[in-house]
């Protein structure tokens, strides 16, 4: 019996400087196949090589991936300034349509650190372009030196909303989560849900209000550990039975009602 299909959204790099690539990470792969138990195609997040009706035609649902460019301040009204870091239009042309689309059909996503932050633009929401900059906000960036271990370590806690999808998802109000960004949400998107925050204010997991399928998204990056890890297994799998739910024809509606 074969699998539903997950895209996996890539991002583009130049590998040793001078060879373009298009990656997705293998820990996403993984996640997507051991544990929403769904078929991972990385997909080149480029307009000159795919565009959104195909790629509604071709997946089931999507994996909105981290990564190090950012979301081009152009596309929420505000000019590029150098704290803005790197960008990659291309996965701008695609991934913000892509999500708007998906959203009004109810197919499934699930938006990891840059995704959570294209859903937000998506909806017409705003980014801070570096968050340790603000007053009485802490510092989110990955490490920059250690291990994978160390840079994926838990570092804060989550407090979720009482009764929200996130708390019914995990049955606690608080998790620990790791941590690797710089940006986050500045004004929050039209019907976007904020059912989570760090300690220091920062919005931490979001949905879509009343969309008919699943659009959880989450600022940390759930896909390190995410067979173990007693905060990714749960969203991998329930992003996984909305995947299959939609390949079948069914609705997963009831996931996104707020208590």
Request: aromatic letters at 8%; charged letters at 20%.
């Amino acid at each position: 019996m074969s699998r539903p299909v997950v895209g996996i959204i890539g991002n583009s790099y130049l590998m040793n400087d001078n060879y373009p690539t298009h990656a997705g990470g293998t820990m996403n792969s993984d996640a997507v196949a051991n544990v929403s138990g769904c078929l991972p195609l990385l997909i080149p997040a480029d307009p000159r090589y795919v565009s959104v009706e195909e790629l509604l035609d071709a997946c089931d649902g999507f994996l909105l991936t981290g990564g190090r460019p950012n979301v081009h301040p152009e596309e929420y009204g505000e000019p590029p300034t150098e704290a803005h870091g790197d960008f990659d239009r291309a996965r701008d042309a695609v991934t913000l349509p892509l999500v708007r689309a998906c959203v009004e059909r109810g197919q499934p996503f699930f938006g990891i650190c840059r995704g959570f932050q294209e859903v937000n633009v998506a909806m017409g929401g705003t980014l801070y372009p570096e968050i340790r900059d603000l007053p009485g906000r802490q510092n989110h960036r990955m490490p920059p030196d250690g291990t994978l271990e160390e840079k994926f370590a838990l570092r804060h806690v989550v407090t979720l909303n009482e009764g929200g999808v996130f708390h019914r998802l995990f049955g606690a109000r608080e998790v620990m989560t790791n941590t690797l960004h710089g940006q986050g949400i500045k004004a929050v998107g039209q019907n976007v849900v904020i059912d989570g925050h760090a300690p220091d204010g920062t919005p931490e997991a979001i949905y879509v209000k009343d969309a008919p399928g699943f659009t959880l998204s989450v600022q940390w990056h759930p896909e390190w550990d995410a067979a173990n890890d007693p905060v990714s297994r749960p969203l991998f799998e329930a992003f996984g039975a909305a995947v299959k739910a939609w390949s079948a024809g069914s609705s997963t509606r009831f996931l996104q009602q707020t208590a």
